[in-house]
Nanobody
Framework: QLQLVESGGGLVQPGGSLRLSCAAS????????MGWFRQAPGKEREFVAV????????YYTDSVKGRFTITRDNGKNTLYLQMNNLKPEDTAVYYC??????????????????WGQGTQVTVSS
């Protein structure tokens, strides 16, 4: 029900940083857990990070722990992903979703909301 627009992607060298943004508009209150997924060429879309409504609870896929930070600004209706120490394997199109169900037991994320159109992140020397 929300329109989501990702931005902030680009080409960066290994070890570099990017900050992705996901701006939401046109819907009702932003009342769900939100998060980021990514999809590399020829691969399935995979979970990256999720954040609770207040921002107090966050989960990350193991491969990005310690390097990525998910935040949200509810006043601006914007979701962020700060990506540091980027690696070539981080290369993918990054998508946000406005409603994610996360199961801590299985570390499984179920995106049931709307997707943005994605922003390309390329990590290469």
């Amino acid at each position: 029900q929300l329109q989501l627009v990702e931005s902030g992607g680009g080409l960066v060298q290994p070890g570099g940083s990017l900050r992705l943004s996901c701006a939401a508009s046109g819907g009702t209150d932003r009342s769900y857990d939100m998060g980021w997924f990514r999809q590399a060429p020829g691969k399935e879309r995979e979970f990256v990070a999720v954040i609770s409504l207040s921002g107090g609870i966050k989960y990350y896929t193991d491969s990005v722990k310690g390097r990525f930070t998910i935040t949200r600004d509810n006043g601006k209706n914007t979701l962020y992903l700060q990506m540091n120490n980027l690696k070539p394997e981080d290369t993918a199109v990054y998508y946000c979703n406005d409603h994610i169900l996360f199961d801590p037991q299985s570390r499984s994320a179920f995106p049931i909301g709307s997707w943005g159109q994605g922003t390309q992140v390329t990590v290469s020397s």
